[in-house]
């Protein structure tokens, strides 16, 4: 009878729901009790190798379990499976590592790399576009569903022209169970678009669908998304390579499956294509002298005093702007929403925190290339400028 009476008790132990198991958590606690009911070794050490733990090994967690009773294999199972979570938690700057199901950006910084995850950011899609010009078309014009996201920036940034990805998925081939990934169902970034949004003051946004009378159709415009290559490093992780350089902007990964998955992972460029800049550097360093009369270069002060005194013909205006690479030389800064700059200006910059107007005039510089937002400028003296420096722009115009 007290043997029936196990077998049930066991039966109910091991063949719960998934979402149950998902759930329950082990540890010493678990494995005292579960001892003084009298189960098996057997039966504890399977429970222990399929399900989570938080087991402490240490001395005086050891020798309690040993005091309650718990044999020796109990604990060898114990301690081999703490060992075994800390041998395979995530080595954040080894790509194939485990890790947590998702998307992973590489970046490198001072010859180490590691990697940053792209947090989900769920997205609504209450915002339609063309809904008047599809009523007085009788449904023939195109009606467009959005997803928009929340904030105008993406927290994560990237700050290559061509970033790397990882994607990890814990359903490693078709076919599997795939309750608990990251999109449900996704098995490869053969699923996903890479798509640039359109940037709003409070959102950003992408088009998902569209469809009138006659015809419906599902993804991102084709305007908008941008290529990449994946590489299978081996079963469930892929190393995601862009193809053509991203300008600056906001992007996101987007699951174009069959199953609806509210959720895309975001990311923002702040980048500059490095031939860009190479190629403006170059220029400039080898753009040959004229053969006519030189005309002698002026010096520092002679060129802070003809920006400080040509105001009786140009106008002088002060701009905000952030640091977002800086190459010898060479500043590339991020402006403020609602402020502009045009090749050729001459600035002057400063620290946002000493203003314009501070003993230290600026160090002088020019632009030599815009990109909406974002700009090359070459200072014209030393600085010791650094990447996330908010600045004081005075340009002339």
């Known amino acids: 009878m007290m043997k029936a009476f196990f077998t049930s008790l066991t039966c109910l132990l091991f063949f719960f729901s998934d979402a149950q198991a998902q759930k329950e958590t082990l540890t010493n606690t678990s494995i005292i009790e579960l001892t003084n009911l009298g189960f098996g070794e057997d039966v504890i050490i399977e429970k222990i190798q399929h399900s989570k733990h938080d087991f402490n090994i240490s001395l005086p967690g050891l020798k309690k379990l040993k005091e309650a009773g718990v044999s020796d294999a109990v604990i060898k199972a114990m301690v081999a499976a703490r060992e075994a979570e800390e041998t395979q938690e995530?080595?954040?700057?080894?790509?194939?590592?485990?890790?947590?199901?998702?998307?992973?950006?590489?970046?490198?910084?001072?010859?180490?790399?590691?990697?940053?995850q792209l947090e989900p950011t769920v997205y609504s899609q209450g915002k339609t576009g063309g809904w008047l010009e599809s009523q007085l078309t009788y449904g023939l014009a195109k009606?467009?569903?959005?997803?928009?996201?929340?904030?105008?920036?993406?927290?994560?940034?990237?700050?290559?022209?061509?970033?790397v990805f990882y994607f990890y998925f814990e359903q490693k081939n078709p076919g599997l169970s795939?309750?608990?990934?990251?999109?449900?169902?996704?098995?490869?970034?053969?699923?996903?678009?890479?798509?640039?949004?359109?940037?709003?003051?409070?959102?950003?946004?992408?088009?998902?669908?569209?469809?009138?009378?006659?015809?419906?159709?599902?993804?991102?415009?084709?305007?908008?998304?941008?290529?990449?290559?994946?590489?299978?490093?081996?079963?469930?992780?892929?190393?995601?390579?862009?193809?053509?350089?991203?300008?600056p902007g906001e992007y996101c990964f987007f699951y174009a499956g069959a199953a609806r998955a509210e959720r895309l992972f975001d990311f923002g460029s702040d980048s500059y294509a490095e031939a860009q800049i190479t190629r403006t550097a170059t220029e400039t360093a080898s753009r040959p002298a004229s053969r006519k009369t030189k005309q002698p270069q002026a010096t520092a002060s002679e060129w802070n005093d003809e920006f400080t005194h040509s105001g009786s013909v140009r106008q002088e205006k002060s701009l905000s702007a952030k640091?977002?690479?800086?190459?010898?030389?060479?500043?590339?800064?991020?402006?403020?929403?609602?402020?502009?700059?045009?090749?050729?200006?001459?600035?002057?910059?400063?620290?946002?925190?000493?203003?314009?107007?501070?003993?230290?005039?600026?160090?002088?510089?020019?632009?030599?290339?815009?990109?909406?937002?974002?700009?090359?400028?070459?200072?014209?003296?030393?600085?010791?400028?650094?990447?996330?420096?908010?600045?004081?722009?005075?340009?002339m115009e």
């Open 178 to 247: 795939y309750a608990h990934s990251f999109i449900d169902g996704a098995v490869s970034p053969n699923e996903f678009v890479l798509v640039k949004m359109t940037e709003k003051r409070d959102s950003r946004e992408v088009t998902v669908a569209e469809s009138n009378i006659l015809s419906s159709a599902r993804g991102a415009s084709s305007a908008h998304t941008r290529d990449f290559d994946f590489e299978k490093i081996k079963p469930g992780i892929y190393k995601v390579m862009i193809t053509t350089p991203l300008e």
């Open 323 to 395: 640091i977002v690479d800086v190459k010898k030389n060479y500043l590339i800064i991020e402006l403020a929403k609602g402020h502009t700059l045009r090749s050729g200006n001459e600035v002057k910059i400063s620290w946002e925190a000493r203003g314009a107007k501070s003993e230290n005039p600026g160090t002088p510089a020019q632009v030599v290339e815009v990109d909406s937002r974002y700009a090359i400028l070459k200072m014209k003296s030393a600085a010791s400028f650094a990447v996330g420096d908010k600045l004081v722009v005075m340009a």
């Open 90 to 116: 995530s080595d954040l700057s080894n790509p194939l590592s485990p890790q947590e199901p998702g998307i992973y950006y590489w970046t490198t910084k001072q010859g180490r790399g590691r990697l940053l």
């Open 143 to 163: 009606t467009k569903v959005k997803a928009v996201a929340p904030r105008p920036r993406a927290r994560l940034r990237v700050t290559e022209a061509r970033p």
